[in-house]
């Protein structure tokens, strides 16, 4: 069981998959998440780029780059290079199968998406009746 949980890093803001993209095209500035550059780099505003980097992080697209001597310092991983990198394979995220796997990293890991870890990983749905109305 993890010693840390998240539940609020992704600023309400649901997953968007053209987020993972553009995270992975502008981490060449390894701390683009932590200038006032990314509201205008990523073209939305200030809790967006959280969110961005949240659901980046959560989903595995990028990574702590521990050779950087910056604080927070990040850096796309060999993933989301793969994926979603400039000759990534499937950088538009059109293949399920593409799909599947951010589901899966997104619900692996308790400290990044706890809820997503929990609810798809341990919940069986007791507890709740659906009725119609």
């Not at 500035?29 to 967006?48: E, L, P, R, Y």
């Not at 604080?71 to 991983?77: D, G």
């Amino acid at each position: 069981m993890a010693s840390q949980y998240s539940f609020s890093r992704h600023e309400t803001f649901p997953l968007r998959l053209a987020w993972l993209k553009k995270a992975v095209d502008a981490i060449e500035d390894s701390t683009i998440f932590q200038s006032d550059f990314a509201i205008a780099k990523f073209g939305v505003g200030k809790n967006m780029v959280r969110s961005i980097r949240h659901w980046s992080l959560a989903t595995g697209v990028i990574e702590a780059d521990p050779s950087s001597d910056e604080r927070n310092a990040l850096r796309a991983s060999d993933l989301g290079k793969y994926l979603l990198g400039k000759k990534g394979v499937d950088p538009y995220c059109e293949d399920a199968a593409t799909l599947w796997l951010l589901h899966w990293l997104l619900c692996r890991s308790p400290a990044r998406a706890t809820l997503w870890h929990f609810v798809f990983g341990y919940w069986r749905g007791g507890g709740i009746e659906l009725r119609s109305l």
